[in-house]
C-alpha cells in the first residue's frame, strides 16, 4: 500500500500538535507545518523519536503570506508526499475594540483563518480525489455559531468556515473525501487563551478540554464520517442552550464576556 500522511497545519502547538500527536498514536505519517520556530523541530523530532517506524517531516512557513498555500503543495509534490488527510487548523484569535488594532492585523487574520484554508483545500482536493478515502478537517470554534462584540472578525472567520466546510462537504458527497469541522470550546493551548479561561470563570473551566481529549474524540467523529464536531458534553449543552436565548439578550451577555479581556 502507498505511504500517505496526514499534514496538519499549526502543528506546533495547542490542537494542531494534539492532532499530529493523536495521528501519529494511531499509526499515521504526519507532515507538520507552522511558522519556522524551533518548537517546530522540537514537536516533529519528539515525534521520530517515539515512533521510528514512522515518517515525520516538518516544514516552516507562514500561511499569512499569499504564495505559502502552494509552496506546502509544491513540497509535498516535490518529496512525494501523498496526502490523504488534510486538517487545516492554524488560526489566530484575539479579543478587544474592533478599532484598537491596525486593519493589518484583520488583514492576516482573515488570510489565515480563511484565505489559506481555502487555498490549501483547493491545492490538495485532486490529491485527497485520487486516494479510495480521504479526510479534510477544517478547525472552526464554537464561536461559529454567534455574532460576539468585540471578537467580530474572528467569530465571522469561523463561521466562513463552518459554513464552507458543510457546503463543501455536501458538494462532494459522491466523492472519496468528506469534510468535518471542527468547533471547539475553550482550549488551554496558548497563555492568551489561558488568560481568558480564568477571567470566563465557571464557563470556561466547565467547557474547557485538553488538545489530546479534542484531537481523539475529533478524530474518532471525523472517522465516522461526521460533518460537525463539538468535543466535549458541556460544550454541547451550551451550544442547545445558547440557541433559545432571545438574540439580543445573547449578544449582551456575549458582549459583556467578551470586552472583559480585551486585548
Ligand atoms: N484554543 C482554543 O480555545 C480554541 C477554541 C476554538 C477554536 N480554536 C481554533 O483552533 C485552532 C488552533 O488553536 P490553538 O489555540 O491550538 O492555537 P495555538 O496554540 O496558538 O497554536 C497555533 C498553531 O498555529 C501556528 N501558527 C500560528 N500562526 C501561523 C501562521 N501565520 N502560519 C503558520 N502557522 C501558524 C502556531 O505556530 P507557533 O507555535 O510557532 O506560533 C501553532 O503551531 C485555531 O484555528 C483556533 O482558532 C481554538
Redesign the pocket.
Known amino acids: 500500500m502507498a505511504t500517505t500522511y496526514t499534514l496538519v ?10 492532532m499530529a500527536e493523536e495521528c501519529a498514536a494511531r499509526g499515521r505519517n504526519v507532515l507538520l ?5 524551533p ?2 523541530d522540537e514537536v516533529t523530532d519528539a515525534l521520530k523519536a517515539q515512533y521510528p517506524e514512522q515518517s515525520f517531516h516538518s516544514l516552516g ?4 503570506d499569499r504564495e ?1 498555500p502552494q509552496h506546502i503543495f509544491d513540497w509535498c509534490k516535490e518529496n512525494d508526499y501523498t496526502v490523504d488527510i488534510l486538517v487545516n ?5 484575539n479579543s478587544g475594540p474592533f478599532s484598537n488594532l491596525p486593519a493589518d492585523f484583520y488583514y ?1 487574520q482573515m488570510q ?2 480563511m484565505m ?1 484554508l481555502v487555498s490549501l483545500t483547493h491545492h490538495f482536493l485532486p490529491m485527497l480525489e485520487a486516494q479510495p478515502r480521504a479526510y479534510i478537517l477544517n ?5 461559529a455559531f454567534y455574532d460576539i462584540p468585540f471578537k467580530g472578525i ?1 467569530s465571522a472567520s ?1 463561521k466562513f468556515v463552518y459554513s464552507f466546510s458543510r457546503s463543501l462537504n455536501k458538494e462532494l458527497e459522491n466523492s472519496s473525501v468528506r469534510i468535518t469541522v ?9 497563555p ?2 489561558v488568560q ?1 479561561e480564568k477571567e470566563l470563570g465557571l464557563m470556561a473551566k466547565l467547557t474547557s478540554q485538553t ?1 489530546a481529549q479534542v484531537a481523539k474524540y475529533t478524530l474518532d467523529m471525523m472517522f465516522k464520517g461526521k460533518p460537525v464536531v463539538i468535543p466535549g458534553f458541556f460544550p454541547r449543552l451550551y451550544k442547545r442552550l445558547g440557541s433559545v436565548v432571545p438574540y439580543n439578550t445573547r449578544l449582551r451577555i456575549l458582549a459583556k464576556q467578551f470586552i472583559k479581556n480585551s486585548k
Open positions: 497545519t499549526g502543528a506546533s502547538n495547542g490542537i494542531g500538535r494534539g507545518v507552522a511558522l519556522p520556530e518548537k517546530l512557513v507562514n500561511l499569512m505559502t487548523n492554524a488560526g489566530l484569535g492576516g489565515l483563518n489559506a478547525v472552526a470554534s464554537m464561536a474572528y469561523k471542527l468547533c471547539p470550546a475553550s482550549v488551554p493551548t496558548n492568551d487563551v481568558r488538545p
